[in-house]
């Protein structure tokens, strides 16, 4: 069965810092996978998603990611944080369903 | 500007009372999910509904919970009788399901349950 991996619980950052949050699967088939972030008492909002062509992906508020097969990695970046980035991202995965499967989850905390 | 509601915002109740949690799914979506989120467990798919019929509810215990579609624009989680362990905020999603897999799903604001 799949399963998604959030090895950080919490990262720290300062602000305009670079910032990575990691995320491994496990999935022995070909796998959609997902960023989603929630802000303070808000729902799920959709960061970027790889489903196949380019291992680089863009998302919105200048967030990216790369799929790495052969280390079954779905890693976040962003060159620079802005305090308004500070909430809960998840990663998820599914196959060739509907359902998601979410990891557990990595607070960012953006200091000033 | 679509997005997916869901009313009660809070909701304080007392052991073995009823809940009942709406969703209004996003005009035009045909899969609606209910998800359950706490700090211990995370979080869980409780059930999920294309074109209104239940396709799974794997993760909903069977006893106490119920899930429901009267119509598209309507779906139900129901909880009858609460305990404390439920206490949790309870997620609806929608989404287009024409791509099983792919398909992005839009999240509600969540409602946060309290039992006592």
């Known amino acids: 069965a799949q399963s998604v991996t959030q090895l950080d619980s919490q990262v720290p950052v300062f602000e305009e810092a670079p910032v990575e949050l990691r995320c491994n699967y496990s999935s022995s088939v070909s796998v959609y996978l997902f960023w ?56 998820a995965v599914s196959l060739n369903t509907d359902k998601l499967i979410f990891g557990t989850g990595t607070r960012l905390q953006v200091f000033p | 500007d679509a997005r997916v509601t869901q009313t009660p915002r809070h909701k304080v109740t007392e052991m073995g009372q009823e809940v009942t949690m709406r969703c209004q799914p996003i005009l035009g979506h045909n899969t609606v999910f209910w998800y359950r989120q706490t700090m211990m467990q995370g979080l869980e798919l409780l059930a999920y509904f294309r074109n209104r019929a239940p396709l799974d509810d794997s993760g909903m215990p069977k006893d106490r919970f119920s899930a429901e579609m009267p119509d598209a624009t309507l779906a139900t989680l129901k909880i009858q009788p609460s305990e404390p362990r439920d206490s949790a905020v309870y997620f609806c999603a929608s989404g287009l399901g024409q791509a099983p897999g792919y398909n992005e799903q839009f999240f509600g604001p969540g409602t946060r349950l309290t039992v006592l």
């Open chain 1, 36 to 91: 989603y972030v929630q802000y303070p008492n808000q729902g799920l909002q959709l960061l970027l998603k790889y489903l196949s062509g380019s291992t680089l992906v863009k998302g919105i508020n200048g967030f990216e990611a790369e799929f790495n097969k052969s280390q079954t990695s779905f890693h976040l970046r962003k060159p620079s944080v802005h305090i308004s980035d500070t909430a809960e991202y998840f990663c």
